[in-house]
């Protein structure tokens, strides 16, 4: 009996290792094994380039005819940026196919499958499913609803505090949490700060660590009243996109705009309306969102049901205050039986912190 846990969980590890590269293509890895040997592995790089599939044929060259291929997404099936790759199995003569789990791509799903199982190829469906769904938590999401996935990042007290009463912030967390911060920053495609943020820390909202990618910055800025001398304005170390309310400063705009700068007005009248924000960022191909913001901005897309995932940083200190702000304020709810539940909750020790995740589960 061939040991597939143990081949897949190869392809798993070849396909995590690209995190942050493929978006808002999924992450995929490969496998290709004859005789008990490895003869191929692959994982895709890049969208637009060739997938995991078609790296591990090439590497495995004749040696994939007759072996079993192990991917850890159902192979496409459609002509895209590249070739079908279930096509591309079938001519390499393997045998077995390997599937941790289906493509939720209306368009591929089962097709994939169908292709294989139709020229007289196995097809073993299943194994390692629940880690190869989760790591592909974002596509799963974006592929669907054309939306992106959304977490909710955020460093705190013991107390839930992001600062002081006189605002001081830095640092809650160890330098250990603040590098694996830089990590999630760069696994998403666009990082959103609320203007206040931005006017009081002048902050880069880049990525820190070598090899990073620098997200899309997103501001919220309800009247456009953010400085001219911030650096996500002038640095142009990545792009940033202000999202602001129907109550603009025309002016304003047009000299941001003139700066390299998107501003997109929402239909709110007082505020960015977040349902918007998401909204435009999926018609723009922006499949991950990182939010970073205060504790009105955190409570308006939580209020909104727009929190797909929460990444909570706890420091082991106690500030106290009842003017020290939290992360997460708003209208708050009336009653315990309507709190947001967060769901498959794991904790994770990080130097001194905590890291807390979560995923949202809201009341209908």
Known sequence: MPNHEFYMELALKNAQAMKGQTDPNPLVGSVIVNNNRIVGVGAHLKAGEPHAEIHAIRMAGDKARGGTIYVTLEPCSHHGRTGPCAV???????????????DPNPIVSGNGVKILEEAGIEVVLGILEEPSRIMNEVFNKYIVTKTPFVTLKAGITLDGKIASHSSDSKWITSE??????????????????????VIADNPELTTRIPNGRNPLRIVLDSTLKISLDRKVITDRLADTWIFTSANFDAE?????????????????????NPTEVVRILGERGISSLLIEGGGTINAAFLENKLIDKTVIYIAPKLIGGQQAPT??????IDKMGDAVELLDADIIKIGKDFKFVGYPRYKN
């Open 252 to 272: 304003k705009k047009a000299l941001l705009e003139s700066m390299g700068i998107s501003v997109f007005p929402t239909t709110g009248l007082t505020h960015v």
């Open 176 to 197: 250990k949490a603040r590098h694996d911060v830089h990590q999630l920053r760069n696994e998403n495609m666009a990082i959103l700060v609320g203007v206040n943020t």
């Open 88 to 102: 591309a199995i079938v001519e390499a003569g393997i045998k077995t196919v390997v599937i941790a789990t289906l």
């Open 327 to 332: 992360f997460l304020e708003g209208s708050g």
